[in-house]
């Protein structure tokens, strides 16, 4: 059995995390002010190594064989890393995805090498997996860290693939640095909004050196949808809970008048997970939950179905100068197991 409660808070949500590689391996992680904006949460990035002189240890596991292909999409080189990660570990899933140096590239969105952190549940370890132009190698195998508890990047989640990223960043300030620079080097990242639980493009243009905040451009491209995403700073604000801490202007708190409860995860239900997970979210004046993102996570799958539920929910909307205002909240939800 398990309890919903809502909770309403008058803050703006956390900072939009990325992980990246971990020292022990390529890259630290790195946190994201979501309301620095772009350009200014970009400059807070850092990367142990330039990725492609960063290289992996061991044996190569898909040696290229004749006609191989030398330059591929991410969304292909995730399957060839999964395929062989497989073999490292049958539960291995890829957490993170980075490409090399794309130059001289003879289709949009292909680049020659590309880099994924590889994290296996059951041996508790982490590893990476490097392709390039048609051979897999991978490095060390190290024990879990903290950012290696991040959701795993599912292939059939990527519907727009680097190809799709590379237009619409082109779309969005890449296409005069081409036009200035054909042989402009482009790197691809593949990141996990935790507002959202969505997967994202990071494209940079004309990276100096490791410092990724010294690219003349970077672009966010959802991985689902294939639509820009624009700076953080840029979106608007909402309105917060009238309390003592917060008078007018302000809302009315929103009211759940459908609130199905989540199922539990068959993960969670085996290792006996109980605890709360918080999410936040806008209530928007159409009475509906947007930009969903985890406030406080309890893994083991509960998140995700905590964050699927609460995208079913409907509210009375929050009301500010007797119209409907979007509010942002938080949402609190109990996972308890019934005894036996």
Known sequence: MLT???????????????????????IKSVILDHDAGLRNYLKQLVWVGVLLSAGCSGASSHPPENGSVDWITGREALQSIVQSAKQWSPDAEVIRLYSGICKKAPHEGVCDEWRAVVRSPSRKQSTGFYWLRGSITHSDVTNYEPQDRQLPIEVTRIRADSDTAFRVAKEHGGKPLLERNPEIEIRYAMMLDKR???????????????????????????????????????????????SEKHPPPCATAPRPIHSPEPEYSEEARQ???????????????????????????????????????????????????????????????????LAR
Request: glycine fraction near 10%.
């Open 196 to 242: 959202t639980v969505q997967l994202m493009w990071l494209v940079l243009y004309d990276i100096k050196g490791s410092d990724l905040a010294s690219a003349k451009l970077q672009v966010v491209i959802n991985a689902e949808t294939g639509e820009f995403n624009p700076s953080p700073a840029s979106s608007p604000r909402y309105m917060t809970v009238c």
């Open 271 to 337: 290792a006996k997970i109980q605890g709360t997970v918080v999410l936040g979210t806008i209530i928007g004046a159409d009475g509906h939950t947007h930009d969903i993102y985890v406030v406080i996570s309890l893994g083991h799958g509960l998140d995700e179905q905590a964050i699927k539920a609460l995208r079913e929910w409907t509210f009375e909307p929050g009301i500010s100068g007797g119209v409907p205002v979007p509010v942002l909240i938080n949402v609190k939800i109990d996972f308890h197991l």
């Open 4 to 26: 919903v409660k809502t909770v309403l808070t008058a803050r703006f949500g956390p900072g939009l995390v990325m992980q990246a590689m971990k020292p022990t391996g390529w």
